[in-house]
């Protein structure tokens, strides 16, 4: 440009030097803004998953970018309800409208708990009533990743825990440890549907070796990936268990549960010692309650993690302050993750990280299914 600058007309010659200068450095502004957001090709050729506490891992992840991070919404949770946080949804049509708002906040995979329609404060215990939330779920959000529970809540039986894998989600959570667990439920009052006294819970789910081996069976069966559950460190004897019987695909996909009742106290320093007792090709989602959800799920971002966030885990925004819904403790964690440099996943890069299959799975109320096709994925 500066050759055809006419020669002896230095005023003319000025002007389009600083113009020439000034659009220079609009585009190298430009151009570093876009590498910012160009995926390095390095990054692109790596795993997505690594050994987090590795120092020399962690060094060459954040160098050339460290993956997508995968947003988890744990939407309702099987404990509270409505008298806790009027945006806790319970009813089919509650979870996927919240479900819709998390997933366009940026949420690639949702976590469940149905409730039973005929008593919304308890969970569902039959294949048909899920069939139905999935399917709701499924109708608002075509792309997310269906994660059920098998946790469920209090005083269920083991089947009725498992009756969500018969509806097949793409993920279910497996518990790897006895769940004990000590809680006040508030009163849940009139004008709210199905109301309730105020209630002490007291009680154990035992989860022994052999149910644990039974629901991983099922999930192999069905073709469900299981979520890991790791509510401490001991929790890594049955995550080699499970190995051992060939009941895992990698990656596999572990959740550190930090900070419910006898699970880990949610301190820094017990999640680095958990992810010290995770298998290799492991990739971690960080989950944390309450208060602790905030700062945990931090930590996990700026180590290369996966965050849950959500109404189930805990029910505030901030201090004093009731979280409005699902998405605006969704929409706190994607800013967060694009602020420390990391991109939000899409559900198909999810569903690529997890090596879940590319095609969302379809979800048919119950007689709704069509004439060549069984209810769910295969
Ligand atoms: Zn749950």
């Not at 997508?68 to 949770?77: F, T, Y």
């Not at 959800?293 to 959500?310: D, E």
Request: hydrophobic letters at 35%; proline letters at 8%.
């Amino acid at each position: 440009m500066d050759a055809s600058v006419p020669a002896g007309n230095p005023i003319r010659g000025g002007l389009l030097k600083r113009f020439s200068a000034a659009v220079r450095n609009a585009t190298k502004r430009a151009q570093s803004h876009r590498e910012e957001l160009l995926p390095n090709p390095e990054q692109s050729q790596q795993r997505p998953w690594f050994k987090y506490t590795n120092s020399y891992e962690f060094m060459e992840r954040v160098r050339v970018g460290l993956p997508p991070v995968i947003i988890c919404v744990a939407c309702n949770g099987g404990i509270q309800g409505k008298e806790a946080n009027e945006a806790i949804p319970e009813t089919a049509d509650e979870i996927a409208r919240s479900v819709q708002d998390a997933y366009e906040a940026g949420a690639s995979m949702v976590h469940i708990h149905a409730r039973d329609p005929k008593q919304l404060t308890l969970g569902a215990r039959d294949p048909d009533t899920w069939r139905e939330v999935l399917h709701e779920v499924r109708s608002r959000c075509p792309e997310i990743i269906i994660n059920a529970t098998t946790g469920a809540g209090p005083g269920m039986t083991m089947e009725e825990r498992a009756s969500s894998l018969a509806a097949t989600p793409e993920v279910a959570s497996l518990n790897l440890a006895p769940d004990m667990s000590q809680f006040k439920l508030k009163q849940r009052a009139a004008p709210l549907p199905f109301p309730r006294p105020a209630q002490e819970i007291d009680e154990c789910i035992p989860f022994t070796y052999g149910q644990i081996h039974q629901f991983a069976a099922e999930m192999k069966r069905r073709g469900i990936k299981p979520e890991l559950e790791l509510y401490h460190p001991g929790c890594a004897w049955v995550v080699r268990y499970l190995i051992e019987h060939d009941l895992l695909e990698k990656p596999y996909w572990v959740q550190t549960v930090m900070g419910y009742q006898t699970s880990s106290f949610p301190t820094v320093e017990n999640v680095l010692q958990i992810l010290k007792e995770l298998p290799e090709d492991s990739l971690w989602l960080c989950s944390a309650i309450g208060p602790f959800q905030l700062p945990l799920t931090t930590l996990a971002t700026l180590m290369g993690g996966h965050v849950r966030v959500g109404l189930e885990d805990n029910i505030y925004y901030s201090r004093g302050r009731k979280a409005r819904n699902n998405a605006e403790l969704v929409d706190r964690a994607a800013r967060i993750a694009k602020e420390l440099n990391r991109e939000v996943a899409t559900p198909a890069q999810a569903r690529k990280m997890l090596g879940l299959r590319e095609r969302p799975s379809p979800y048919y109320a119950a007689g709704d299914a069509p004439a060549h096709s069984t209810v769910g994925p295969h």
